[in-house]
């Protein structure tokens, strides 16, 4: 017992982060985000304004905007970008009426093999989006589905939709009992219940989700060019055709892809302001 005693004490403990620890780890973290998100946003830029740029030069040897103002002045891609976000916030919409329902039942009743249901619904996420969109393709075409905007909008939600089940079905186990126990012995009916009750307080769980929807939606590639490319043109697919290793544009894909994360970086901002980390860990399946 004493030797367990003496071992216990001079094992090695975890150090706690002290005030001085701070400027070395803040040092640390603007470094880790400086080299994945700043480096490759300056490069980015960088080749969007040179003017040729040839190594072993590390700066561009002249710079130039007349790519920006030919990209902005494009026709092709302006409809591009408006058909993405018009898929986008259709896909969004659509994506939280199916889910509510499907993550009530998840939420608030058990029943058996609800695990096995579980990851029935997350098999579109687990599986690669590639296969699913040659498996949803060949259906779409013999439904005449194929090369539409309708059939891009199906495509993406069978993406976005287990996300979706797994934030709002966390928003549902947190809402209490007693609160519809208590409207429905004030005479509240099914109806008012779910206006006056439980859509309010799902509402940072509706916002979680929707953004995500709408980011997954407006920056999914595979299934959408699988689908409808190239009748239908959303701005990924445009990126991928300036990424052609055959006619590859550097400088021009550099452009559309600042456009492509500018939705992007607004949502991620606001979502950053009002989505609970509770809720977001426990959808994700965290807690």
Request: include cysteine; charge should be neutral.
């Amino acid at each position: 017992m004493t030797l367990l005693a003496i071992d216990s004490r001079e094992a090695p403990r975890r150090r706690l982060f002290k005030a001085e620890d701070r400027p070395l780890v803040s040092a640390g973290l603007y470094l880790a985000l400086a080299l994945c998100i700043a480096l490759p946003l300056t490069l980015m830029f960088l080749w969007s304004v040179a003017d040729g740029w040839q190594p072993p030069s590390i700066f561009p040897q002249s710079f130039t905007t007349s790519r920006w103002i030919h990209i902005l002045g494009d026709e092709n891609l302006v409809a591009a970008l408006l058909t993405s976000l018009f898929i986008a916030f259709t896909v969004t919409i659509l994506t939280a009426l199916i889910a509510m329902p499907t993550a009530w039942a998840m939420g608030r009743f058990p029943f058996r093999l609800k695990r096995l249901v579980e990851i029935f619904i997350l098999a579109p996420v687990i599986i690669p989006g590639l296969v699913v969109a040659v498996g949803v393709g060949k259906v779409f075409l013999l439904l005449g589905l194929a090369y539409s905007v309708a059939g891009v909008i199906i495509v993406q939600i069978v993406g976005t939709l287990p996300l979706m089940i797994r934030l709002m079905s966390a928003t549902f186990e947190t809402i209490p009992d007693e609160l519809i126990h208590a409207a429905r012995s004030l005479g509240a009916g099914t109806a008012s219940i779910v206006l006056h009750v439980i859509l309010p307080l799902s509402v940072p769980g509706l916002l979680a989700g929707g953004l995500m929807s709408f980011i997954g939606s407006f920056e999914e590639f595979d299934k959408s060019f699988i689908v409808g490319a190239p009748v239908i043109q959303t701005l990924p697919i445009k990126l991928y055709m300036y990424l052609d290793p055959y006619s590859m544009q550097l400088p021009l894909a550099a452009i559309v892809s600042f456009i492509l994360l500018l939705p992007a970086l607004i949502v991620f901002i606001i979502a950053g302001r009002i989505m609970r980390d509770d809720l977001m860990a426990a959808g994700m399946g965290k807690i």
